[in-house]
């Protein structure tokens, strides 16, 4: 059963997403639990492509760094179809929230991989950073037309394995508590965060990295005289780059809370 091509331009591949329906809460709780207890293919797939408008929108999000929006979408969707997967509905919350972070984190490794990102510093403030973020509702994509060329179907192989992306919807899988245990919730975070510090400039990147991201924080005094700045300037700096961290990752006071208190 296949999903929509993506061809021609994304407009057309909107038109072709949008001709699926949104599902309700209550229509989305029947159809999850059935598959949850069943696996039926047909309803996997109602799940998946009822919620493929807000792959668009992630993916859209994460094209500014420079992979093709095609390659995006379709890491997004397979993101999807693995939460779908393990989606269990006993636990009280729409399919989308929890999906949320299998489609990022699919698409995020897939820019890391791609772009050579490096990742580092502490995970206490990766998750500080990553994990506060607002809930994110499913909406609409607004789109340009983009030349695109790929092939989305549940029979499709992953590359050269003979897997298919039918095969990580059939797949047994572990309960949420498990699935978004401290090493899956480090990797989400670690390359959201590689992702974020891209867009500082040197300086602040440095004084990110040495006051926030390091395991053992340096002072803005002892900052300053790297920099052959006042303590008092690069603490203006810091706070600047840590709001633009937090606008690009959508947090709040987490950040601030987490940050060392040494002078």
Do not use: C
């Not at 997004?76 to 990022?104: C, E, H, Q, S």
């Not at 499913?138 to 989305?152: E, F, P, Q, S, W």
Request: charged content about 25%.
């Amino acid at each position: 059963m296949a999903l929509p091509v993506l061809a021609d331009s994304l407009q057309r591949y909107l038109s072709e997403v949008n001709a699926y329906p949104l599902l309700s809460a209550k229509e989305e709780l029947t159809i999850a639990e059935r598959y949850w207890n069943e696996r039926k293919v047909e309803d996997a797939h109602t799940l998946v492509t009822s919620n493929l408008r807000y792959v668009i929108k992630v993916a859209m999000e994460f094209s500014r760094y420079g992979a093709k929006l095609a390659d995006l979408i379709q890491e997004g969707n397979m993101g999807l179809m693995i939460a779908v997967k393990k989606f269990d509905p006993t636990k009280g919350f729409r399919l989308i929230t929890y999906a949320t972070w299998w489609i990022k984190a699919q698409i995020q490794d897939y820019i890391v991989k791609t772009k050579g990102l490096v990742r580092n510093g502490s995970k206490a403030m990766k998750k500080a950073l990553f994990y506060k973020q607002d809930k994110t509702e499913t909406g609409d994509a607004n789109a340009k037309t983009i030349t695109l060329a790929a092939d989305m179907s549940l029979d499709t192989t992953l590359g050269d394995s003979t897997t298919t992306h039918l095969d990580l919807l059939k797949e047994e899988g572990p309960n949420q508590e498990e699935l978004l245990g401290e090493q899956e919730e480090a990797t989400v975070v670690s390359k959201g965060v590689s992702l974020a510090i891209q867009d500082l400039n040197d300086r602040e990147r440095l004084i990110i990295t040495e006051r926030v991201m390091a395991d053992e924080p340096q002072s803005l005094q002892a900052i300053g005289v790297t920099l052959g700045l006042t303590r008092e300037r690069v603490r203006q700096i810091e706070t600047a780059a840590l709001k633009k961290l937090k606008d690009a990752l959508g947090t709040r006071d987490a950040v601030v809370g987490a940050l060392p208190s040494g002078a």
